[in-house]
């Protein structure tokens, strides 16, 4: 069955970086534009940016654009999100998906506090 598994969040100081991964399985994962999302506590989800299938374009909300970059491996099924010059209002639990399904995986939380 279709799966997403998001690793790689922890806790990380204001101005640091983390790489986030997120491992599909279960469909053909070269076939879909895949998202990056986060959630914030006490706020609905919302979209980071995404990246076309063959990984050749990206687009970001505002927020984040010049701090975050989204790439992918079709190789070895599985999405990126580089985070640079972290925030702490970038505090949230980030979740992967293909755009056009409506599976989420179970996220991973990023925390950005000194």
């Known amino acids: 069955q279709v799966q997403f598994v998001e690793s790689g969040g922890g806790l990380v100081q204001p101005g640091g970086s983390l790489r986030l991964s997120c491992a599909a399985s279960g469909f053909t994962f070269s076939n879909y534009a895949m998202a990056w999302f986060r959630q914030a506590p006490g706020k609905g989800r919302e979209l980071v940016g995404f990246i076309d299938r063959s990984g050749t374009s990206t687009n970001y909300v505002d927020s984040v654009k010049g701090r975050f970059t989204i790439s992918r491996d079709n190789a070895k099924n599985t999405l990126y999100l580089q985070m640079n010059s972290l925030k702490p209002e970038d505090t949230a639990v980030y979740y992967c998906?293909?755009?056009?399904?409506?599976?989420w995986g179970q996220g991973t939380q990023v925390t950005v506090s000194s």
């Open positions: 998906k293909a755009t056009s399904m409506a599976l």
